[in-house]
């Protein structure tokens, strides 16, 4: 970039940096207590590699914030973990966990570098999405070596070529159903790991947390999650499909907290509202008239839950405010 014409964050820019930020704090909090817990030598080296991750994104965002004006975030700092705290996952949930973690970093520096502008900053997001590429490709490997990984469904290769010849395509609610496409089966596969993983998350958090209404909060997201796993994993068991297992059996009995409240209701808010954008794309690619009332339920649930999420936030001053635009109205009046 011109040194001599050093154009001024966008909107978009502070956003994606702010809530990197938020993220990637909150990430060193759970992978640096993961890691003090893993036992496998494999586990634990991709773990490091994360943690390291983290740090230098950290550094990269308070440099780029700091040179523009911008007040750097609390966001989460070392007070939220307790990492001699007991251990609460296993080996085998850590690695999903960070494995799903990826996934989510690979879509969102994807859609960053669709909405940045500066050359900086560009560049710095094609690293990010490379390095979150390397650590889902890291993580699913030694899934697969290990032997716990869960392959979606694999289907039979058709004839040919065929195109859709009637709108009974479309059927699910009067009359025979068509088998699911592979499009319907890989959303709803990807959305059952990912509220698998979710509710187990939250089981442990509602073992550990301090607060009453922040454990109440969670036992009634436990119950969402356990709707929306039985739903879709009807929908694929009555296709004669497999579904993910569970991990609740990767959860130890542990019931003190390694994490703030503040930080696992951050990390909840989180999961809920990236389901939102997971079902909704679900519900954008199916045909089948049946399963869109199941992804606008399931959307409904999240929905939901984020406003009681929301105001528990807010109650306890846990939610952080993004920068905002001026308010005009605001200065102009103050010259009155």
């Known amino acids: 970039m011109n040194a001599a014409h050093r154009a001024k964050l966008t909107s978009a820019e502070i956003a994606a940096l702010w809530t990197q930020y938020m993220n990637d704090t909150s990430g060193l909090c759970f992978n640096t207590y993961m890691l003090e817990h893993l036992q496998d030598s494999d586990i634990r080296k991709v773990f490091q590699d994360a943690v390291q991750l983290s740090s230098r994104h950290v550094n990269t965002i308070k440099k780029f914030l700091e040179d523009e004006g911008f007040p750097i975030p609390i966001g989460f700092t070392p007070q939220d973990v307790t990492v001699g705290a007991p251990r609460l996952f296993s080996d085998t949930f850590c690695l ?47 899934m697969l070596d290990k032997g716990v990984y869960y392959r979606p469904p694999a289907i039979s290769p058709p004839e040919g070529p065929e195109f859709i010849k009637s709108d009974s395509f479309l059927a699910g609610w009067f009359g025979e159903k068509r088998p699911l496409n592979c499009i319907e089966i890989s959303d709803i596969y990807f959305n059952l790991k990912k509220s698998i993983l979710a509710k187990a998350l939250i089981v442990a958090f509602s073992q550990v947390a301090h607060s009453k209404k922040v454990r109440d909060f969670l036992l009634e997201a436990v ?114």
């Open 96 to 142: 999903h966990y960070l494995n799903i973690m990826s996934i989510h970093g690979c879509h969102g520096y994807s859609g960053v570098l669709t909405t940045c502008t500066r050359r900086d900053i560009r560049d710095y997001y094609t690293t990010c999405m490379t390095t979150a590429v390397e650590l889902c490709n890291q993580t699913k490997d030694i």
């Open 223 to 336: 119950q969402v999650k356990d709707s929306h796993i039985n739903l879709f994993h009807e929908t694929l068991n009555n296709e004669n499909l497999p579904a993910p297992p569970t991990f609740d059996a990767e959860i130890t009995g542990s019931t003190t907290a390694p994490f703030s409240d503040k930080l696992m209701m951050f990390q909840i808010g989180f999961l809920f509202s990236t389901a939102m954008v997971y079902y909704g794309t679900g519900w954008a690619s199916s045909l089948r008239t049946d399963l869109t009332p199941k992804y606008i339920s399931s959307i409904a649930d999240d929905m939901r839950i984020g406003r009681n999420w929301m105001n528990i936030m807010i109650e306890h001053q846990w939610f952080e405010q993004p920068p905002l635009a001026a308010d005009r109205k605001a200065l102009a009046m103050k010259n009155k």
